[in-house]
């Protein structure tokens, strides 16, 4: 089972050449929750929304979805946080309304279900504030005394920190205590200020066993003792980029959960499998309007992989 923990929230769209706005459930950890269990696996989202109209939404598509509600904790005082996406063209920026939001307050509780996981995946978000950073302690406690397998997205997101340099610091403290780490090309050469991948990778901190870089529709990279596999992405026609990172770590993770982070590493073929099968399936969720809307089924990214049309 992957257990994913993390924020959960409105993503509102604003489109600059229609000015229409519509709205669909997001958080970059509960969308790779998502994308796995589209795929298949067994799944469980631990977060925290408010006691309001976005809240009672976003109860509402886990009903629809028939989706696991034991981590979802609704905080009645609490504002449900909203993203506000704007597009230009394909590529969309954000800013967030965090005024009285919930996302961080967890509950110690949640801390029994790492139990039941077999991989365990935080978002970012939770190191925006002291509150969020001692309870990812307690995660990271939880899961490593009882060999869960860590996984952690950069997800760097400048609206919510003062500056660049409080989530550098932050991330830099907790990182390396993850087995997977995953950054998009433009957080991995902003965070070790360089211009050319490959060094930028050697001033990585040592600890996870894995790091994964996603390089939009160049495909990624995974980097593991030293070495990198490079894979290349899949041609479609891009109308959304929300959610494809988090499409692309899903289905990743997907394959972690089913056969094994130790077999992955170990076995290059593997690895570049899982690859060409997490880009398929980041590749088609930027197929489609909204992140979650646009999460492909094993059947789909299937279908695709057997073209192999690759780049």
Not at 172 to 184: A, G, T
Request: aromatic letters at 10%.
């Amino acid at each position: 089972m992957i257990i994913s923990f993390g924020e959960i929230l409105l993503d509102t769209f604003e489109n600059t050449n229609t000015e229409k706005t519509t709205s669909f459930v997001g958080g970059a950890p509960f969308n790779v929750c998502y994308q796995a269990n589209r795929l298949g696996n067994h799944t469980l989202f631990v977060g925290n929304i408010g006691k309001d109209e976005a809240g009672k939404k976003i109860l509402r598509f886990f009903n629809e979805q028939n989706l696991d509600t034991r981590g979802l904790h609704i905080c009645k005082d609490k504002k449900t946080l909203i993203s506000k996406v704007v597009l230009h063209g394909s590529e969309r920026s954000f800013t967030f309304e965090k005024e009285n939001t919930p996302e961080n307050d967890f509950l110690d509780d949640a801390l029994d279900l790492i139990m039941e996981g077999d991989v365990i995946h935080v978002g970012s978000f939770i190191l925006n504030d002291n509150k969020g950073k001692d309870y990812l302690r307690q995660i990271i406690n939880f899961a490593k005394a009882q060999n869960k397998i860590l996984s952690f997205d950069i997800n760097y997101r400048e609206d919510m920190w003062s500056d660049f340099t409080a989530a550098k610091k932050a991330y830099e403290e907790f990182y390396p205590q993850f087995d997977i780490v995953k950054f998009s090309k433009e957080e991995l050469l902003k965070f070790t200020a360089e211009e050319d991948i490959e060094k930028a990778l050697t001033k990585l901190k040592e600890g996870p066993k894995l790091y994964l870089v996603t390089l939009g529709k160049e495909g990624s990279l995974a980097y593991h003792n030293k070495r990198i596999t490079r894979c290349k992405s899949v041609k479609v026609n891009c109308v959304d980029t929300t959610g494809a990172g988090d499409a692309f770590m899903g289905a990743f993770l997907s394959n972690v959960d089913s056969l094994g982070l130790r077999e992955m590493l170990f076995i290059p073929s593997l690895m570049m499998s899982n690859l060409k099968f997490a880009n398929i399936a980041g590749a088609l969720a930027t197929t489609k309007r909204g992140a979650l809307s646009s999460m492909p089924s094993y059947k789909e990214v299937n279908a695709l992989l057997e073209k192999q049309t690759f780049r």
